[in-house]
């Protein structure tokens, strides 16, 4: 900086300002559009995609296959919904304070601003029009706004992390997905689930199980005919070492279809083919006619579409099969029954060809398709690292015909934006079963489930790491085994991906993950500590936390023996793990037996090995804990 300091006169910078405004679109260094939501106007002809860090909303022209116009939000969209006679657009903006932007479609004008919760997405709109739902991705709730009063009436928990949500054609119930499992990760069944909201009373009346091992659960949508929901997430593998990755033996890639009016799992079919996984299923629509379910693979390039009738028809008569054939049912070895107390047994989870003939693979023209919207048989599929959609016509029978659509200028990648687009590739991995983001989705954060990995033994299976400073506080793993995360990437590349790359791709992985940035805790209040974080910050100190946990990362970066160790770990030291963002890297512990940090000091530290903490009163731990949560 330059300094002898200039003083500007009032005019110069009002033009200052003015040109600043007119080209933030472009220079606000947001190069790329990612577009990550979309939704049809099927009458007037328009698709209206939500592009998240160019913080706009476009309206893309289908007659001519051009982007029209774009609405600047300020904020980036996350989910977008259309009001009842179209001339509203809801958009959901991402970040700790949440808004709903609601953009009227003539002016252009953004007319309201309506205050959500944490990180808000998949906006729902009444079957009478006259009220929105709002998943609260940080908040684990749903906000239930009335649009005449613009006020929240409502705001209904569910599990964790709700990411998607359909509504029942009678505007009954809202089906609703978690992204990930809650609860300890080291017993029992572990998996995502649907919470089912009746709309009437606003609560959750029952949570639909999926199978033992269902996460990234991440797209929802219900037949036009209201009879079944269908939604896509990854099945992990993970009661298996991972010594192999041939015929989904980590992870694999699944539909569930859930029977709407018993609201419980009709049963989970695998997207995968025998030697080729469709990784990181996302997005999931029916066509209007109700024949058709389309599901994007956000880590193959491709979609699904499934005929429906062939689908159903299949499981009836392999359930039935199965009734008849009970003994049968004792032989399976493949992975473990996927049967549960409120699900039925079935091993159609375990059947990699079961989608065989009645099921299309489209390989699409660009990488990472997140959204789509269904008009008649053309599906459109928006891809957020190339910034643009592939048409398809899924009408034919054989030779689907595909174009290539782009919304604006090829992306010029720079190696950060590389690097997250290689972490979200399947195609990187032998076999495409999965990417690095399947077991540390969400940016490179969690899947709340143990894997038992092969660096440290086999028999001892790990909880998932967050990747957040994971480069800024070696070393790496659990149990420290790497001396820094660049290893950790190198050998996750050779020894889970079961592949060789070359350096610059993993370099750039490295470059993505040193760039991510926490995300502010929604135990903040207006940003700052809560009173019940305050007193647990003096605790912090008074229980000798620091002594490991130090600094603004909270880690002294070395091996401890906290008396954790159990099993083949017994007696074992582990690299004391950051505390930032543990409001979202539940279970906790090297084996994820503690579901809260309430757990960790006061269930499984009975010696004060890690803390002095047994002198500590129940309010006491509570305040910890939420000063824990808060970081
Ligand atoms: C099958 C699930 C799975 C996949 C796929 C996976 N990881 Fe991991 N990753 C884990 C688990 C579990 C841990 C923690 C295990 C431990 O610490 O012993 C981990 C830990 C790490 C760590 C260490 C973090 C730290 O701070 O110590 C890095 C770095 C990492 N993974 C990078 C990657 C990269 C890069 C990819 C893709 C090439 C990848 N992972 C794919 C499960 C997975
Ligand atoms: C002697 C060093 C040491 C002290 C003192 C210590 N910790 Fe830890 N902490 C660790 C180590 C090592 C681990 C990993 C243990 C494991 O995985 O089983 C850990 C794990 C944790 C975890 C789980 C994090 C995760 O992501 O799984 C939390 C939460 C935690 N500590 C909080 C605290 C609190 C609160 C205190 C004070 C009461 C404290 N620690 C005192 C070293 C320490």
């Not at 004008?109 to 006259?130: D, E, F, Y």
């Not at 091992?213 to 797209?219: E, I, N, R, Y």
């Not at 199965?322 to 091993?347: D, F, L, M, V, W």
């Not at 009645?358 to 190339?386: C, M, Q, W």
Request: glycine share 6%; proline share 5%.
């Amino acid at each position: 900086m330059n300094e002898k300091k200039t003083k500007l006169r009032p005019g110069i910078i009002m033009l200052i300002v003015m040109l600043s405004l007119t080209t933030n679109a472009n220079l606000s260094g947001q190069d790329y559009l990612s577009p990550s939501a979309m939704i049809a106007d099927n009458q007037a002809g328009k698709l209206y995609i939500a592009q998240s860090t160019a913080k706009q909303v476009a309206v893309f022209e289908i007659s001519t296959s051009t982007v029209i116009k774009t609405y600047s939000l300020r904020a980036e969209p996350s989910g977008l919904a259309l009001s009842t006679d179209k001339s509203l657009l809801y958009v959901t903006c991402a970040a700790p304070k949440g808004k709903v932007k609601v953009v009227n479609l003539k002016t252009g004008k953004i007319i309201r601003s309506l205050a959500v919760g944490h990180t808000p997405t998949a906006p729902v709109l009444s079957s009478n029009g006259k009220t929105l739902y709002v998943c609260n991705r940080f908040d684990n709730n749903v906000s239930v706004i009335n649009l005449a009063s613009r006020k929240q009436v409502a705001q209904i928990p569910v599990q964790r992390e709700p990411v998607a949500a359909a509504l029942t054609p009678d505007g009954r119930f809202l089906f609703v997905n978690n992204l990930l499992s809650a609860g300890a990760a080291n017993k029992g069944n572990i998996a995502a689930v649907v919470s089912v909201i009746d709309t009437t009373a606003n609560k959750v009346i029952t949570t639909i199980e999926l199978p033992n091992g269902t996460t990234a659960l991440q797209g929802i949508c219900i037949s036009p005919d209201g009879r079944y929901a269908y939604a896509s997430h990854i099945l992990a593998r993970y009661t298996v070492p991972t010594t192999q990755l041939e015929r989904g033996w980590i992870n694999t890639n699944a539909l569930s279809i859930i029977d709407v009016e018993r609201k419980r799992l009709f049963d989970t079919v695998l997207l995968d083919d025998v030697d080729n996984g469709a990784a990181n299923p996302w997005a999931v629509g029916c066509t209007n006619d109700g024949k058709k379910v389309c599901v994007t693979h956000a880590g193959t390039d491709e979609i699904s579409v499934i005929d429906v009738t062939a689908l159903h028809e299949k499981i009836r008569k392999y359930h039935a099969d199965e009734k008849n054939n009970q003994s049968s049912s004792a032989g399976r070895s493949n992975y473990g029954s996927y049967g549960t107390s409120s699900i039925p047994i079935s091993n159609i989870p375990n059947e990699l060809s079961f989608l065989y003939d009645i099921r299309k693979r489209i390989k699409l023209h660009g990488k990472g398709p997140r959204a789509l919207a269904i008009i008649g048989s053309n599906v459109y599929v928006a891809e957020y690292f190339t910034d643009s959609l592939t048409l398809v016509d899924i009408n034919k029978t054989a030779d689907i015909k595909t174009t290539a659509l782009p919304l604006g200028p090829t992306p010029q990648l720079t190696q950060i934006r590389r690097g997250e687009m290689l972490f979200h590739d399947a195609s990187l991995c032998f076999q495409h079963w999965h990417s690095c983001s399947s077991c540390h989705p969400g940016g490179a954060r969690v899947d709340a489930l143990n894997w038992d990995l092969l660096n440290d033994g086999l028999g001892n299976p790990k909880n998932t790491k967050s990747l957040l400073l994971a480069h800024r506080t070696p070393p790496a793993m659990i149990t420290g085994i790497r001396e820094n995360a660049e290893m950790a990437v190198r050998s996750g590349i050779r020894h889970i991906l079961f592949a060789v790359r070359p350096e610059e791709e993993i370099v750039s992985i490295d470059e993505y993950l040193k760039s991510l940035k926490p995300i502010p805790s929604p135990y903040l209040v207006k940003g700052k500590l809560s009173a019940s974080a305050k007193r647990g910050r003096k605790i912090y100190s008074k229980a000798r936390c620091d002594s490991c946990h130090e600094g603004a990362l909270h880690t002294d970066m070395k091996l401890h023996n906290v008396g954790t160790g159990d099993g083949l770990d017994k007696d074992r030291k582990f690299d004391t793990p950051s505390l930032v963002e543990a409001w979202r890297t539940a279970p906790y512990l090297y084996d994820g037996r503690a579901a809260t940090i309430e757990e960790v000091i006061a269930i499984y530290n009975s010696d004060n090995k890690h803390g002095q903490t047994s002198n500590l009163s129940v309010k006491e731990i509570a305040d910890l804990a939420n000063f824990v949560l808060s970081q």
